[in-house]
């Protein structure tokens, strides 16, 4: 397995080492010094809620350049038309958390963060309701929130707020299943001292089309824990993004993808670290089974000239199950100021470690067991991190069914 990594000590344009990719993959990534006029990534258009500020992508664009348009189903040039079998959201909550269907005028809606791109403004300027699930301040859930989104084979624009007030701690699940073409924003707002651990599962039907943005707004000593978790659909991208609305800000985001023959799967994440004394860490790890199996990691972190004392690193590792599969993982890091306590990035794809399968094969267990314990191991570390047993199954589980149906 090869692996590209760097941690800079200085602040001159450092590219990022490693050997060669396995093949069928490429890595890519990048360490610079940004001038003090960025605001935004260079793979980040300029945030906007009008759709025209934004012109329809031919593909070309370096942030369209790997996703496969002509299989968005219309989500990317305005022609999708959102009909009333779109999705059906059952929102499930203990006792005190508020849960409303809100108009476009409410002041939480965007809050968190604009669209970044043409289907994410699209999603804002075509969804007539928003769902807003609140957990007022100081109160601490001992049961999770759950938010199940069922497609039901149409076209649906979406927009979804969690917030939380001052010290309060929530865990969110929210659960895409189903088949549908859809394009939404999730906004999470979470209070100075809020903890906050949301769960999204991507478990859709195999023709589903899903694309959407996920905002995140981190409070004075917040905390936010995010698990992305895909699996179904044809074509999925997500793009998280966090920005920190006060010092001493933590952000975990976590995700693990099994890309199956035919499937594309692409992560997009942003860290804006745009606030003193704030820490960031990023961990994706992707499987891919089967002819044009095709994951995208694309991970960017922004330290701003304000953002003294930040500490953040992004790891994307992927497992290459079968030949006809390819990976692109590109992490990027840039950088505006040298009082940092610590920044780095690691990317790394490979095949199966030869040495495993033999070790555990000399032990006298079947290959395809030995295949599966492999698989299990290496997404295990992210799957415990979920903190909800019932979860934690269902996908190692999922991922069981998944090595199974390839033998």
Not at 2 to 27: C, F, H, I, W, Y
Not at 305 to 317: H, I, K, P, Q
Request: hydrophobic letters at 40%; aromatic letters at 6%; glycine letters at 10%.
């Amino acid at each position: 397995m090869a692996e590209a990594q760097n941690s800079p000590k200085d602040l001159r344009e450092a590219p990022v080492q490693g050997g060669p990719p396995a093949a069928g993959s490429t890595t890519a990534g990048s360490i610079a010094v940004a001038a003090e006029s960025t605001v935004a990534t260079r793979m980040s258009a300029p945030p906007s809620f009008d759709v025209a500020d934004f012109p329809v992508p031919n593909g070309r664009e370096e942030e369209w350049r790997f996703t496969p348009l002509e299989r968005l189903r219309g989500l990317h040039d305005g022609t999708a038309v959102a009909t009333g079998s779109g999705v059906e959201i059952e929102v499930s909550a203990p006792e005190g958390v508020s849960i409303e269907t809100v108009g476009r005028d409410d002041a939480r809606i965007g809050r968190a963060g604009a669209p970044v791109d043409r289907v994410a403004a699209q999603a804002y300027s075509s969804f007539e309701k928003a769902s807003v699930v609140s957990v007022p301040k100081e109160t601490v859930l001992s049961e999770p929130i759950r938010i199940a989104v069922r497609g039901a084979g149409g076209v649906a624009y979406g927009h979804q707020v969690i917030e939380l007030g001052a010290f309060a701690e929530a865990l969110v699940v929210i659960d895409h299943t189903g088949d549908a073409v859809l394009a939404a924003n999730v906004d999470y707002i979470l209070g100075d001292g809020a903890k906050l651990t949301v769960v999204s599962v991507q478990d859709w039907e195999p023709g589903a089309v899903h694309v959407a943005q996920h905002n995140a707004l981190v409070g004075r000593d917040a905390s936010l824990k995010s698990v992305v978790v895909t699996f179904g659909g044809d074509v999925v991208r997500l793009h998280p993004r966090v920005q920190y609305a006060g010092p001493g800000g933590e952000a975990e985001l976590l995700g693990l993808y099994f890309t199956d023959a035919g499937q594309h799967q692409e992560h997009r994440l942003l860290v804006d670290h745009n606030a003193p004394h704030c820490r960031s860490n990023v961990a994706y790890k992707g499987a891919l089974q089967g002819q044009d199996a095709h994951a995208v990691w694309i991970g960017d972190v922004l330290i701003r000239v304000a953002a003294e004392g930040t500490d953040s690193y992004e790891l994307n590792r992927n497992l290459v199950l079968t030949d006809g599969a390819r990976v692109d993982s590109v992490p990027n890091l840039e950088i505006e100021t040298g009082e940092i306590a610590g920044a780095g990035h690691a990317s790394a794809t490979g095949r199966f470690d030869d040495s495993q399968l033999f070790y555990l094969q000399s032990r006298g267990i079947p290959e395809s067991e030995a295949r599966r314990l492999v698989v299990r191991g290496f997404f295990a570390e992210l799957v415990q991190q979920i903190g909800l047993p019932d979860v934690e199954e269902r996908l190692l589980d999922k991922i069981d069914a998944e090595l199974q149906a390839a033998v």
